[in-house]
């Protein structure tokens, strides 16, 4: 039922060899290094599916931004329905169609890599010497992709094998131990990069509560536990496979990362803050725009403003001009005797009493004179 995969799958698989086995060929012998070429059409057939894919990564990645804008949402209805399901549900979907926001959108990157990778499996699992053409190869080529060697353990071998298929292999590595030796290093390194790539994808889809939290936790160590355990029934040309695909996966939400940060991360506060920095008016200084110390500020025509406090001056800070044409404070009352007493405190002053400045003021400011200047006036 699969054939077809299975053909495709070794098509590319034979388009990369060829490419490669060109670069690698020796004209004198007539023959190249099969080793690195099959290694190579392993690496460049992940680059080829991860190219193809990589749309569906980004498009990944927005629907994982969108779905967190939208928790704030779903959190309000979920305290809106409560204990109602499935109105919290049809809520929920309405919305999501409203926005725009599929959750199937963040598997998308993850589906059509199952059915490769098992075909892949399929493919090198049936690859032994003699063999019959399989899936648009020549005996040769299948003869070939079964012997070639990746540091000595041909592509095709596994940790533990059994039967004819072993039996043959040994006869052409003379023995197990450096099948297991390369086999054992490629499953601890892919249950390694399985790792650090689960962790990356943290960082990437941001700060997540409750059973999100708790399935990625999960998977942050399940995962890398039972490829290292299902690794050691892997041909090697499957362990090079998903290593190379976790090396691309680092590499490419490192690039996703520095140019989409999660929401709420530094990167994306530092991000958000340049942006906004770069798009504002150039600022300018105040102190350019303030009047000198000591000088009265501008008014405008519409009104009286008040000036700022640190430009008043300050032997005038009302900014009144005197009866001579200066700018100066009032004149001041005696020191000595606050306005309204005696200099004993007893007896209260009279409404023509002298200023320390000896000129008589009147009490009510409308020009009434003092007993003192009547008196004189008499004597005249």
């Known amino acids: 039922m699969l054939d077809w995969l299975y053909t495709a799958i070794s098509w590319v698989l034979a388009r990369w060899h060829s490419l490669w086995n060109v670069v690698f060929s020796d004209p004198a012998a007539g023959t190249g290094l099969s080793g690195l070429a099959w290694a190579l059409s392993i690496v460049f057939l992940v680059v080829t599916v991860r190219v193809i ?46 926005r725009g926001v599929s959750p199937l959108a963040g598997c998308l990157p993850i589906l059509p890599q199952i059915p ?44 533990f094998m059994s039967g004819p298929k072993a039996e043959a292999i040994i006869e052409i590595t003379g023995g197990y131990t450096n099948i297991r030796v390369v086999a054992f290093l490629l499953i601890l390194i892919m249950s390694l990069t399985t790792f650090f790539t689960q962790k990356q994808i943290m960082r990437r889809s941001g700060p997540v509560e409750g059973q999100a939290a708790m399935v990625q936790k999960l998977l942050l160590y399940v995962m890398p536990i039972g490829l290292f355990v299902s690794g050691f029934l892997f041909p090697i040309g499957v362990l090079l496979y998903w290593f190379t695909n976790n090396l691309w996966t680092l590499g490419q939400q490192y690039f996703i990362l520095r140019k989409m940060p999660p929401p709420g991360s530094d990167a994306a506060k530092a991000k958000a803050s340049k942006d906004g920095a770069a798009a504002d008016k150039p600022v300018v200084d105040p102190k350019t725009l303030a009047p000198r110390p000591g000088a009265k500020p501008v008014r405008p025509k519409s009104g009286r403003t008040a000036a700022p406090a640190s430009t008043v001056d300050a032997t005038n800070p009302t900014g009144d001009t005197t009866a001579d044409g200066t700018t100066g404070p009032p004149p001041a009352a005696d020191a000595a005797a606050p306005s309204g007493a005696t200099a004993a405190g007893s007896d209260s002053q009279p409404p023509g009493a002298r200023s320390s400045g000896g000129r008589p003021r009147s009490a009510a400011g409308r020009g009434s004179q003092g007993p003192a200047n009547r008196g004189k006036r008499k004597r005249r």
Do not use: C, N
């Open 53 to 98: 894919l990589f749309p569906l990564f980004v498009k990944q990645v927005k629907s994982q931004r969108a779905m967190q804008e939208l928790q704030p949402e779903i959190a309000r209805l979920r305290t809106q329905y409560g204990s109602d399901r499935q109105g919290f549900s049809e809520a929920m979907l309405k919305m999501q169609r409203e």
């Open 116 to 159: 490769i990778f098992l075909s892949l499996f399929h493919v090198l699992r049936r690859l032994a010497p003699e063999a019959q053409g399989l899936y648009s190869w020549s005996p040769e080529l299948t003869d070939e992709a079964a012997r070639a060697p990746f540091f000595g353990a041909p592509i095709s071998s596994s940790f």
